[in-house]
């Protein structure tokens, strides 16, 4: 039975759970998925600081004054100073970036507004008033979140982690993804000069499939190449379904040698998906072999390649623990007309480059044949051809799939797929 991109989304991502929890060092941490929320036991900032270098002053006192305006200096404040007292009445205190804001001050005058005094400063400009002042506890109270669960860590929540102390973090486990190609012409580059003898081609997807499974935060366990026969694809199914995720490569159309779903039948897996309304990807098969999840991608470079972006990609993420799976689409305009032959809904290779307005167009990268891998290469988005969208006109608005790793969303944008953008 053939289901829209929707519903085998839908079906796919139903059995998937997160993975189970680890604890890891946040040196380690980067690019891992946090399981539990992080609570801060401290105030962040600690104390009333100072947001630049500059003079830590008093906003009344500018009030009623003239500019350019003379005060007297009443101490210098380093940032790793501890007991600064209060702030004299009409004065300023040289103040650093962190430092603690003396009691009284309200307000830090950048010091490009002054000409930088020592016993006394001249303030040219009053622009700062109450600005420049991080207050304590404007970042975080005792027991907030600091960082939620389901957030894949970068940078920035490693550097937040650390100033709530939190030196390990439970992270979910990494997803084991097993990767197989299946066909008798394909053999791996260790065999390439039968390739150039025109005896076989190379399994592109054996190469392709797995990069993206890393690229996608899975770790990588290759099966292989296994020939068009269903003992050995079964054998070799068995074999990799001690993975979280099996994907299999080729073997899931109707031709007489496409083997694998008998193969995962007779493992006593059940198929819960054998066609998508959608082109490229067609022949898409999912079920599941046990408890472990199995993903068919079609046997051509470009269909596997636009099947793991929609559907494997959503998997691993949600494998990982994370919350926004999905990819974002986004608007564009397309640049020239196409004619589509099948009431499907189509994800064409295209660019995104913004024109002089602003607005993403689309252009086709050529050739849209599921074999062409030289398009895909070539392409930065796919363009989202609704199903009853048989004629598209330049200037058409629609949407696009960024590739790689652009926005996200926690669900997939039904509407985008479904119509055109207004």
């Known amino acids: 039975m053939t289901i829209s991109v929707e519903e085998a989304s839908a079906r796919i ?21 946090l399981a539990a929320d992080v609570k801060s036991p401290v105030v962040l900032p600690p104390w009333d600081n100072a947001g630049m270098d500059g003079y830590a002053v008093r906003a009344a006192d500018f ?12 101490g210098v404040i ?37 000409d930088r005094g020592a016993e006394q400063v001249t303030i040219r400009d009053a622009r700062d008033l109450k600005r420049n002042v991080r207050f304590k506890g404007a970042e975080l109270g005792t027991g907030d979140v600091a960082v939620r669960a389901g957030t894949v860590i970068g940078s920035a929540n490693i550097g937040l982690l650390a100033s709530v102390g939190a030196a390990r973090v439970r992270v979910h486990k990494l997803p084991r993804v ?5 066909g008798d012409e394909l053999v791996d580059l260790d065999r390439f000069a039968e390739v150039v003898n025109g005896h076989a081609i190379v399994s592109s997807n054996s190469y392709s499939i797995r990069s993206a499974a890393a690229a996608a935060g899975a770790t990588v366990a290759d099966y292989g190449i296994v020939r068009d026969d269903p003992r050995a694809l ?17 073997g899931v159309s109707v031709g007489d040698f496409d083997f ?36 068919g991608l079609p046997g051509n470079p470009v269909s596997a390649l636009v099947t793991f972006e929609l559907f494997a990609k959503p998997l691993i993420r949600r494998l990982r623990g994370e919350r926004e799976i999905f990819p974002m689409p986004v608007p564009c305009i397309v640049a020239d007309a196409i004619e589509l032959v099948a009431p499907l809904t189509h994800f064409l290779r295209c660019t995104l480059a913004p024109d002089d307005d602003g607005d993403l167009v689309a252009r086709l990268t050529g050739s849209q044949g599921s074999s062409q891998l030289s398009s895909m290469a070539a392409a930065n988005a796919l363009l989202v051809v609704p199903a009853d ?12 799939i960024p590739l790689g790793e652009g926005l996200r969303s926690e669900s997939l944008r039904l509407s985008l797929y479904a119509g055109g953008i207004s």
């Open 13 to 33: 991502l139903e059995p998937i759970h997160p993975l189970a929890e680890e604890s890891v060092r946040i040196a380690d941490a980067v690019g891992r998925v």
């Open 63 to 74: 009030e009623t004054a003239t500019l350019p305006l003379v005060l007297p200096v009443a």
């Open 78 to 114: 380093a940032a790793g100073a501890r007991g600064v007292g209060r702030l004299p009445d009409l004065s300023a205190m040289r103040i650093m970036t962190g430092a603690p804001l003396p009691a009284g001050a309200d307000t830090v005058i950048r010091i490009e507004d002054t």
């Open 178 to 182: 097993a990767v197989i190609a299946s």
């Open 234 to 250: 079964a054998n070799r199914l068995d074999a990799a379904r001690s993975s979280d995720l099996v994907v299999t490569t080729g």
């Open 260 to 295: 694998t779903k008998d193969a995962v039948r007779q493992l006593g897996g059940e198929v819960r998906i054998d066609r998508v309304r959608m082109r490229p990807g067609a022949p898409l098969a999912f079920g599941m072999i046990g408890a472990v999840p199995w993903l």
């Open 389 to 400: 969208m048989m004629k598209v006109r330049a200037g058409e608005r629609l949407s696009a």
